[in-house]
């Protein structure tokens, strides 16, 4: 009997649905495994990033584009929009 799997059910854009239809013609696989393989990429490179604290800087980043303080950060010029 092979692995467990479970069925997950998304939204995505038309640009994005192309990508994934062009990249299962040269890869000769389905959606349901290039999607599947293009996330265990991702998370890999989502660890390495988590292990350099680059997670942690983008969150930061996040919540002060979020924040009233980027008001006062313009006073020091610095912008990050």
Avoid: H, P, W
């Avoid at 292990?51 to 006073?75: F, H, T």
């Amino acid at each position: 009997m092979g692995r467990k799997r479970k069925v997950v059910s998304v939204t995505l854009s038309d640009e994005v649905l192309k990508k994934v239809d062009e990249a299962c013609k040269v890869l000769e696989l389905n959606r349901s495994q290039v999607i599947e393989n293009f996330l265990q990429v991702a998370f890999m490179d989502y660890e390495v990033l988590k292990k350099i604290g680059l997670i942690k800087l983008a969150k930061y980043v996040r919540k002060l584009r979020e924040s009233k303080s980027q008001q006062d950060l313009s006073r020091f010029g610095l912008d990050i929009e």
